[in-house]
């Protein structure tokens, strides 16, 4: 099991874009805690701990509000793509042994029946899990396959179950490698070059004519 997290939190005295721009300038990054029905709780984050982990976008994380733990997993993270900084977090309360739906990654393993090519149709899908045992990711083994891979082939953790309303669509596409039929093209080219022959021999002829009749 991954080592405990804990992240020391702040509640937050001041609001507004300008209480915000200036936490994230002290590398700081406000967040909103909610769940169970509580009232949410606005608090301010340390930007680099926090940064590492959500590396895992499921991470248990245990916040130390002020004295007070809180388990919380992200819910929702908003980032500066320019800057690779995080702008905002919503952060879920959850409680052992509960179970919580979360998105996880997709992780291809082996390779297709041999003239086979493959392609990862669904990067992420949705699963239940208990939030103190929620995966990191999933595998989708496709060693000599030559059919898709279904939400079906998915190797799910113990006590973890998907999520899905779509059972149907692939998660890996498996097909045979589309034949590149360049046969107009040649021809194309072949009768340009034609074409063109024949008009500098047009060409030739009217010069020659020309000089005939002078």
């Known amino acids: ?4 997290i804990v992240i020391p939190a702040t509640k937050r005295t001041e609001f507004g874009k300008g209480a915000a721009r200036k936490a994230r300038r002290d590398d700081k990054i406000p967040a909103v805690v909610y769940g169970h029905g509580e009232d949410p709780i606005h608090v301010i984050l340390p930007g680099h701990q926090t940064h590492l982990a959500v590396r895992n976008p499921n991470a248990l994380i245990t916040l130390d509000i002020e004295g007070t733990e ?9 980032r ?13 309360t959850v409680r052992r042994g509960e179970k919580v739906v979360v998105d996880v990654y ?6 297709p029946a041999v003239g086979f090519e493959w392609i990862l149709e669904q990067a992420t899908v949705s699963v239940e899990a208990e939030a103190t045992h929620l995966p990191e990711h999933v595998t989708v083994d496709i060693t000599d396959r030559d059919e898709n891979a279904l939400p079906e082939h998915i190797q799910l953790p113990k006590g973890v179950t998907l ?8 998660i890996v596409s498996i097909h045979e490698p589309t034949a590149q039929d360049l046969g107009d093209e040649e021809e194309t080219t072949e009768g340009g070059a ?3 022959e024949t008009a ?5 002829s009217e010069e020659n004519s020309e000089g005939n009749e002078s």
């Not at 099991?1 to 405990?4: E, I």
């Not at 809180?70 to 908003?78: S, T």
């Not at 999520?163 to 692939?170: K, Q, Y």
């Open 70 to 78: 809180q388990l919380v997993i992200p819910k929702a993270i908003q």
């Open 194 to 196: 034609a074409e063109g």
């Open 1 to 4: 099991m991954a080592d405990k």
């Open 200 to 204: 500098e021999g047009e060409s030739d």
């Open 106 to 111: 997709v992780e291809v393993t082996g390779e």
């Open 163 to 170: 999520a899905l309303t779509d059972l149907e669509s692939p």
């Open 80 to 92: 500066d793509i320019i800057k690779r900084t995080i702008d905002h977090m919503d952060l879920l």
